[in-house]
T-cell receptor, first 116, second 111 residues
């Protein structure tokens, strides 16, 4: 149980275009979802926290107008990278957690974004 | 803000126990201690978590110091599949359960 999927697993886009990444909890209801970014040979960096039906809370230094997060249901959150630039190329990972007294976060497999 | 300190890398021989240390001297009373591991180009995988008492599961054991300022992840018999980056993370539900990853420990298992 506790499976999180991401789609797509990899994407290549041109500079200036927008890309949407989906994160789904397949067998549980995720009241909270998190989005992370990871550059090569670096650790994961938390970008934002998203609660179902609420606006996302962004970490300091993360542009909310550039990284649009929507958490419209208990099983789906989306991250849209708007006007992507080559420096946005990274590995984007989502995670999900519940409020059932379980404190773990369940991570998706990640999405590799390359902006050309 | 990462609140944990781990060695950058460790090596272990296959089928031997591995003790991965983590220092978290600024831990608060409501912080849980989590361990995750990550293989290249994959999302992190849950290993174990605890609050005050030592914990065991099928993957590993977690030994927590009495003052909670440090903990040790114990892999009882390392296999080649255990080679990964191991992250020790603190989080508190009262503040939103955010995970701030440190640099982690890259574990190499030698056949």
């Amino acid at each position: 149980g506790a499976v999180v999927s991401q789609h797509p697993s990899w994407v290549i886009c041109k500079s200036g275009t927008s890309v949407k990444i989906e994160c789904r909890s397949l067998d549980f209801q995720a009241t909270t979802m998190f989005w992370y970014r990871q550059f090569p040979k670096q650790s994961l960096m938390l970008m934002a926290t998203s609660n179902e039906g609420s606006k996302a809370t962004y970490e300091q230094g993360v542009e909310k107008d550039k990284f649009l997060i929507n958490h419209a249901s208990l099983t789906l959150s989306t991250l849209t990278v708007t006007s992507a630039h080559p420096e946005d190329s990274s590995f984007y990972i989502c995670s999900a957690s519940t409020t059932s007294g379980v404190y773990e976060q369940y991570f998706g497999p990640g999405t590799r974004l390359t902006v050309t | 803000d990462a609140k944990t300190t781990q060695p950058n890398s460790m090596e272990s021989n296959e089928e031997e126990p591995v003790h991965l240390p983590c220092n978290h001297s600024t831990i608060s009373g409501t912080d849980y201690i989590h361990w995750y591991r990550q293989l290249p180009s994959q999302g992190p995988e849950y290993v174990i978590h605890g609050l005050t008492s030592n914990v065991n599961n099928r993957m590993a054991s977690l030994a927590i110091a009495e003052d909670r300022k440090s903990s040790t992840l114990i892999l009882h018999r390392a296999t080649l599949r255990d080679a990964a980056v191991y992250y020790c993370i603190l989080s508190a539900l009262v503040t939103g359960n955010q995970f701030y990853f440190g640099t982690g420990t890259s574990l190499t298992v030698i056949p």
